[in-house]
Nanobody, 117 residues
Framework: QVQLVESGGGLVQPGGSLTLSCAAS????????VGWYRQPPGKQRDLVAA???????NYADSVKGRFTISRDVAKKTVYLQMNSLKPEDTAVYYC???????????WGQGTQVTVTS
């Protein structure tokens, strides 16, 4: 069972920045899709940004140009750089890893991001 541990959430003012980290106990490359999802209060969990198993990136329209996903394969860590944060970015952010060969998925415990003045 691969463990995912998110960190970096917190309270920030509108227009501010945060960087989230997701440390994995298993590989995040080579047949692995990995990314960030978020769940605002009372709403469903949706994709924010992710690497496909082929290495390309996908972003939700609402974060394009503001958020950047990156990864350090050697450190088995995925990052989400969030700039120009808005109150509507407030949510619990989760890291997800999926093995495209086995179909197995792993989720982290989530980290809270709150954007408020």
């Amino acid at each position: 069972q691969v463990q995912l541990v998110e960190s970096g959430g917190g309270l920030v003012q509108p227009g501010g920045s945060l960087t989230l980290s997701c440390a994995a106990s298993g590989s995040i490359f080579g047949g692995i899709a990995v990314g960030w999802y978020r769940q605002p209060p009372g709403k469903q969990r949706d994709l924010v940004a992710a690497f496909t198993s082929g290495g390309t990136t996908n972003y939700a329209d609402s974060v394009k140009g503001r958020f950047t996903i990156s990864r350090d394969v050697a450190k088995k860590t995925v990052y989400l750089q969030m700039n120009s944060l808005k109150p509507e970015d407030t949510a619990v952010y989760y890291c997800k890893r999926r093995n495209v060969y086995s179909g197995l998925e792993n989720w982290g415990q989530g980290t809270q991001v709150t954007v408020t003045s």
